[in-house]
Nanobody, 129 residues
Framework: QVHLVESGGGLVQAGGSLRLSCAAS????????MGWFRRAPGKEREFVAA????????YYVDSVKGRFTISRDNAKNTVDLLMNNLKPEDTAVYYC??????????????????????WGQGTQVTVSS
């Protein structure tokens, strides 16, 4: 049974920072690309960031580039999302997920929800203005 558990969400003022963490029970963690998604109230689930199994390549949605940083520690089976300069529009439930491919099939499917097999329960991030 695979478990992904997110932590680190909370309430923060605009301009503040939060670090989300995801602990995975995946065997051979480096075999899996990892991603962060979010779902705001009344909206569809949205890709936020992804990182290859080796940690060598990262991907971001345009709206968070320069503000968010995804990283992973394969020795600890964790993937983090550091969020700086948060904005009210970042308010959402954030989910981590594991991809079927360590490289997202050479980078082509890093944002494709259907290619992620396992999901965490989510952690709420609320940014006040």
């Amino acid at each position: 049974q695979v478990h992904l558990v997110e932590s680190g969400g909370g309430l923060v003022q605009a301009g503040g920072s939060l670090r989300l963490s995801c602990a995975a029970s995946l065997r051979t963690f480096s075999y899996y690309g990892m991603g962060w998604f979010r779902r705001a109230p009344g909206k569809e689930r949205e890709f936020v960031a992804a990182i290859t199994g080796s940690g060598g390549t990262t991907y971001y949605v345009d709206s968070v580039k320069g503000r968010f940083t995804i990283s992973r520690d394969n020795a600890k089976n964790t993937v983090d999302l550091l969020m700086n300069n948060l904005k009210p529009e970042d308010t959402a439930v954030y989910y981590c997920a594991s991809h079927r491919s360590a490289t997202f099939y050479s980078g082509r499917y890093h944002s494709d929800v259907s290619e992620y097999d396992y999901w965490g329960q989510g952690t709420q991030v609320t940014v006040s203005s």
